[in-house]
């Protein structure tokens, strides 16, 4: 059995699923507009240009929505999946999926994005391995605003990884062939621990360091 991770955010659909989250929060009347999408903007800019504080943003990206009723949220994560992801699932991206799915490999989709706005899109993708950011949870089940445990983010990646590959009894050592898709950067600690890494739909960064290294470049869709 090989092992096969992908990065979700303009890697298997072509855009950031956690801002566009905050974009569809705006079209709810959840936050307020200009003052939302300008901070909603910046914590992109800031991940793009690998700044981010990720704790920083997890505070500010469930503020809006962690109090509300679980019906109004699955309401709007329904809603979200239908106008916004179900049209970004484009057929190359899929049908990558599904090939190293019939190859027999272990898929998993490895997401600095929280699980909130991830699992329904794994789900979609029948992917049964996300590795997203976990959301820390009260006394009674409420999101805290914080982050449970190490957050799969840049180095947290690898940590992540490793870490649940071991609940399976793995090793990444145990592995023939370990692919990893990515279009950022920030996934290089992940990105080298692969015998097939492939930059895919890359930044202009990553893919002039890609192929400074001879790694595969991919192009899924354009972004």
């Given amino acids: 059995m090989n092992l096969c991770l992908f990065d ?15 974009e569809h929060m705006l079209r709810l009347g959840w936050v ?16 793009q240009a690998g700044t981010l504080d990720i704790h920083e943003y997890i505070e500010f990206a ?6 509300r ?14 106008e916004v992801i179900a049209p970004a699932m484009l057929p190359a991206a899929i049908a990558l999926v ?19 706005v991830t699992t329904p899109i794994a789900r979609a993708f029948d992917v049964p391995h996300l590795l997203a950011v976990e959301l820390e949870r009260g006394p009674t089940g409420n999101i805290t605003g914080r982050i449970h ?19 399976l009894g793995h090793r990444l050592q145990d592995f023939e062939r370990i692919s990893v898709y990515s279009d950022s950067p920030n996934d290089l600690p992940l990105l080298e621990c692969a015998t097939d890494p492939v930059a895919t739909n890359p930044s202009p960064t990553l893919e002039t360091l890609a192929r400074g290294r001879g790694w595969r470049v991919l192009q899924l869709f354009t972004q």
Wanted: net charge negative.
């Fill in 62 to 67: 469930t503020r809006a929505w962690r109090d």
């Fill in 98 to 116: 599904r090939d190293h799915q019939a190859r027999g490999d272990l898929v998993a989709i490895v997401t600095a994005t929280n699980e909130f």
């Fill in 8 to 22: 979700l955010d303009h890697t298997l659909i072509p855009l950031d699923s956690d801002h566009a989250w905050g």
């Fill in 69 to 82: 009723p679980a019906a109004e949220l699955a309401a709007a994560q329904a809603g979200f999946m239908r």
């Fill in 149 to 167: 445990g190490t957050p799969s983010f840049r180095d947290g990646k690898t940590t992540r990884t490793r870490e649940w590959l071991a609940g």
């Fill in 32 to 47: 307020e507009t200009e003052e939302f999408r300008r901070a909603n903007d910046a914590f992109y800019v800031q991940y």
